[in-house]
């Protein structure tokens, strides 16, 4: 399961998706990971994940997360696999303008704890 949620309180947003087994692949290079690539051609999503990186990709369509507000603040990524292992991560923005409506490009940190879903 992918959630993807406004860790600042902002907003409500809070888009779950569950990523089915047959979607992931193991990959290979100096540093083994996973990759996830959705079939369904009405949620063009890609996730890839490494030792200390996680990279969600959505397409034009996007998957239903929102930059519809004047600024996100931070945003938060969690990452719950079938085991129950959680990865987690959050984004805040390094300028103002790259926070802005229909804009959010943040600079990434893993937290001690999964920030708060709203």
Not at 5 to 13: K, L, Q, R, S, V
Not at 71 to 98: E, H, I, N
Request: glycine share 14%.
């Amino acid at each position: 399961m992918l959630s993807i949620y406004n860790a600042a309180g902002i907003t409500g947003d809070d888009v779950r998706i569950v990523l089915p087994p047959s979607g992931w692949k193991a990959s290979g290079g100096s540093v083994p990971g996973y990759r996830f690539r959705n079939s369904d051609p009405a949620l063009r999503i890609s996730v890839s994940v490494k030792h200390d990186r996680i990279v969600v990709r959505g397409g034009r369509a996007g998957f239903g997360y929102t930059l519809g507000e004047a600024a996100q603040g931070r945003v938060a990524v969690r990452l719950t696999f079938g085991s129950g292992v959680r990865w987690c991560a959050q984004a805040a923005p390094a300028r103002s303008a790259d926070d802005r409506k229909d804009r959010f490009k943040g600079t990434g940190e893993a937290p001690a704890f999964c920030p708060s879903r709203p």
